[in-house]
């Protein structure tokens, strides 16, 4: 079955960065879009970044551009989501997210667990 | 600030049907058949429910449907149960935003 398994997440002072990795098994990582979604504690869900089977397409948010950056090594089965420039807004579970297409955009069919980012000085 | 419309909060009692809705715009909801609807129960991560407005996922009870019309959506809950207190999403892709978009989210609550 489809496991998504999220790690390096923790506790990291504002302006720091922190890469978080989901290691994918139970399919063909390389056939499917990937997402990273997150949810502050006690809030609703927020999409942050999606790249595409073969990672030549990407898109994130609004509120991460320029700081986040999704990226997958299809070799490893691995999606990652590097962060820079974090701020105390960051904080939250991410969790890494499985499309149901090749592309992205036909929507999340398969969550992980999710790791806690908290961004505190 | 969502650009899908859910209200925040729904109920009912067991066995009652509950329906909540998720409001959207052309660029959404209206254009593509990849409405998706999720549940979140305490404590654990979403889950998919409906695919495509109105698709059940394997092991998901017919209990759930959801529906379409325009620009907006609805999950329907029959026989509610006391297991189905959580938070429902809907999202879609958003064509003008090129990203994935939630709604606000709905907690149900059994009464």
């Known amino acids: 079955q489809v496991q998504l398994v999220e790690s390096g997440g923790g506790a990291v002072q504002p302006g720091r960065s922190l890469r978080l990795s989901c290691a994918a098994s139970?399919?063909?990582?390389?056939?499917?879009?990937m997402h990273w979604v997150r949810q502050a504690p006690g809030k609703g869900l927020e999409w942050v970044a999606v790249?595409?089977?073969?990672?030549?397409?990407?898109y994130s948010a609004d509120s991460v551009k320029g700081r986040f950056t999704i990226s997958r090594d299809n070799s490893k089965n691995t999606l990652y989501l590097q962060m820079n420039s974090l701020r105390v807004e960051d904080t939250a579970f991410y969790f890494c997210?499985?499309?149901?297409?090749?592309?992205?955009?036909?929507?999340?069919?398969?969550w992980g667990q999710g790791t806690l980012v908290t961004v505190s000085s | 600030q969502s650009v899908l419309t859910q209200p925040p909060s729904a109920s009912g009692t067991p066995g009652q049907r509950v329906t909540i809705s998720c409001s959207g715009s052309p660029s959404n909801i209206g254009s593509n058949n990849n409405l998706n609807w999720y549940q979140q129960l305490p404590g654990t991560a979403p889950k998919l429910l409906i695919y495509r407005h109105d698709q059940r996922p394997s092991g998901v009870p017919d209990r759930f449907t959801g529906s379409k019309s325009g620009t907006s959506a609805s999950l329907a809950i029959s026989g509610l149960q006391s297991e189905d207190e959580g938070d429902y999403y809907c999202a879609a892709w958003d064509d003008s935003l090129s990203g994935l978009i939630f709604g606000g989210g709905t907690k149900l609550t059994v009464l």
């Open positions: 139970g399919f063909t990582f390389s056939g499917y879009g």
């Open positions: 997210a499985r499309d149901r297409g090749y592309t992205g955009n036909y929507g999340i069919d398969n």
């Open positions: 790249i595409s089977y073969d990672g030549i397409k990407q």
